[in-house]
């Protein structure tokens, strides 16, 4: 590498940088309430309202609980018989 970079190749890559730097924050911010969402389908009722990023269990009784509804169940029938 030469001992004197050039201003234009530094100023490049000072803007690249800074580009994948709002890049990355408008991402997380995007997808920060989705990623919420999924984790949360893992808790329990009372673990829905303290605030972690990750759940201390992973349970699965929301999704038995979605599959056992009526609603589910009449859903999924109609589209087999179709």
Same mark, same amino acid.
């Not at 590498?1 to 201003?7: G, L, Q, R, T, V």
């Not at 984790?39 to 329990?44: G, K, L, N, Q």
């Not at 589910?72 to 109609?78: I, K, N, R």
């Given at each position: 590498?030469?001992?004197?970079?050039?201003?234009a $190749?530094?100023?490049?890559? *000072?803007?690249?940088?800074? &580009?994948? +730097?709002?890049?990355?924050?408008?991402?997380?911010?995007?997808?920060?309430?989705?990623?919420?969402a999924?984790?949360?389908?893992?808790?329990?009722?009372?673990e $829905?309202?303290?605030p972690? *990023?990750?759940?201390?269990? &992973?349970? +699965?009784t929301?999704?038995t609980?979605?599959?056992?509804?009526?609603?589910?169940?009449?859903?999924?029938?109609?589209?087999?018989?179709?």
């Open positions: 590498m030469p001992a004197a970079i050039k201003p $190749l530094v100023t490049q890559l *000072l803007a690249r940088g800074v &580009f994948v +730097l709002i890049l990355a924050v408008i991402l997380t911010v995007a997808l920060f309430p989705l990623y919420y999924f984790v949360s389908s893992f808790r329990t009722g009372t $829905l309202f303290v972690r *990023l990750w759940p201390e269990r &992973f349970d +699965l929301n999704y609980l979605i599959f056992q509804r009526k609603i589910v169940t009449g859903l999924t029938a109609g589209a087999v018989k179709g």
